[in-house]
T-cell receptor, first 112, second 113 residues
Framework: GDSVTQMEGPVTLSEEAFLTINCTYTATGYPSLFWYVQYPGEGLQLLLKATKADDKGSNKGFEATYRKETTSFHLEKGSVQVSDSAVYFCALYPGANSKLTFGKGITLSVRP | NAGVTQTPKFQVLKTGQSMTLQCAQDMNHEYMSWYRQDPGMGLRLIHYSVGAGITDQGEVPNGYNVSRSTTEDFPLRLLSAAPSQTSVYFC????????????FGNGTRLTVT
């Protein structure tokens, strides 16, 4: 079945460090891919999305490129801030009549 | 602009008790869903609805009931609470079941003793 695999966490970085969070997927068709972020005490919110191969989603300095050849959608940011501390979820939508599938999430802590 | 509102924020139940978690959205979204979030498990879909009067099961529906009598409201009922239902519950909505962004409430933290 369709699934999303995220790298194991947690991740701790210093402010202004480069961030990469890995996400790979398994799907039979051409899914849409998402990154959601959950700040402490809140629900999830959409960070970025990509709907077809080679699309790049971007928001708040974060980027992710839909790589069909490697079935990946890695999240990157060039310079993280303390305010980026949150839990990040990769998610996949396979297509019509299907459900959104989330990865297990990874906790990012950014220290000053 | 309220978005998705969940109540209560916290709840403690004894085993065997029943309760209803409330969810309301003011965005006229057709699609609504309930997830539970557990450490190391990510988010798992409990039930969902594609419109008023229509509900369906997700991947972990046992022990929960839902109904959708209006577009705005989608309550989740625990019939007889068990310790395994200790979790954080999130309600979410979107315009359609397609790849529209999901809007989440702030969650209900439930403890069953």
């Amino acid at each position: 079945g369709d699934s999303v695999t995220q790298m194991e966490g947690p991740v701790t970085l210093s402010e202004e460090a480069f961030l990469t969070i890995n996400c790979t997927y398994t799907a039979t068709g051409y899914p849409s891919l998402f990154w959601y972020v959950q700040y402490p005490g809140e629900g999830l919110q959409l960070l970025l999305k990509a709907t077809k191969a080679d699309d790049k989603g971007s928001n708040k300095g974060f980027e992710a490129t839909y790589r069909k050849e490697t079935t990946s959608f890695h999240l990157e940011k060039g310079s993280v801030q303390v305010s980026d501390s949150a839990v990040y979820f990769c998610a996949l939508y396979p297509g019509a009549n299907s459900k959104l599938t989330f990865g297990k999430g990874i906790t990012l802590s950014v220290r000053p | 602009n309220a978005g998705v509102t969940q109540t209560p924020k916290f709840q403690v139940l004894k085993t065997g008790q029943s309760m209803t978690l409330q969810c309301a959205q003011d965005m006229n979204h057709e699609y609504m869903s309930w997830y539970r979030q557990d450490p190391g498990m990510g988010l798992r879909l409990i039930h969902y609805s594609v419109g008023a009067g229509i509900t369906d099961q997700g991947e972990v529906p046992n022990g929960y009931n839902v109904s959708r009598s209006t577009t705005e409201d989608f309550p989740l009922r625990l019939l007889s609470a068990a310790p395994s239902q200790t979790s954080v519950y999130f309600c979410a909505s979107s315009y359609s079941r397609a790849d529209s962004p999901l809007h989440f409430g702030n969650g209900t933290r439930l403890t069953v003793t």
